[in-house]
Nanobody, 127 residues
């Protein structure tokens, strides 16, 4: 059974940085496309970033382009989200998600495309 465990969330001031990690187990990690999503209180869950199986292609929602970087280490079964220049509007619970992908060039930015989800990690950005 696939398990995803996020870590690295916390409280940071505006302009600060955090690095989220998501460790996977129970799967052939290199065959899974991955995504980071977030959900703020009272709002729908939204995609933040997505990455292909090899890490060669990435997707970012417009609001985080130039500030966040998604990456993966297939040897460590881990996906990362480096978040820089954080803003109060980035405050949310962040989730990683995974799905099998038979096409190495595909990333997925809709939550309905993912089968497996982590429990989430809280990110709070103070003003």
């Amino acid at each position: 059974q696939v398990q995803l465990v996020e870590s690295g969330g916390g409280l940071v001031q505006t302009g600060g940085s955090l690095r989220l990690s998501c460790a996977a187990s129970g799967c052939a990690f290199s065959s899974y496309a991955l995504g980071w999503f977030r959900q703020a209180p009272g709002k729908e869950r939204e995609v933040v970033a997505a990455i292909t199986t090899s890490g060669g292609n990435t997707y970012y929602t417009n609001s985080v382009k130039g500030r966040f970087t998604i990456s993966r280490d297939n040897a460590k079964n881990t996906v990362y989200l480096q978040m820089n220049s954080l803003k109060p509007e980035d405050t949310a619970v962040y989730y990683c998600a995974a799905r099998v992908s038979y096409y190495s060039g595909n990333y997925y930015y809709r939550d309905r495309n993912y089968n497996y989800w982590g429990q989430g990690t809280q990110v709070t950005v103070s003003s």
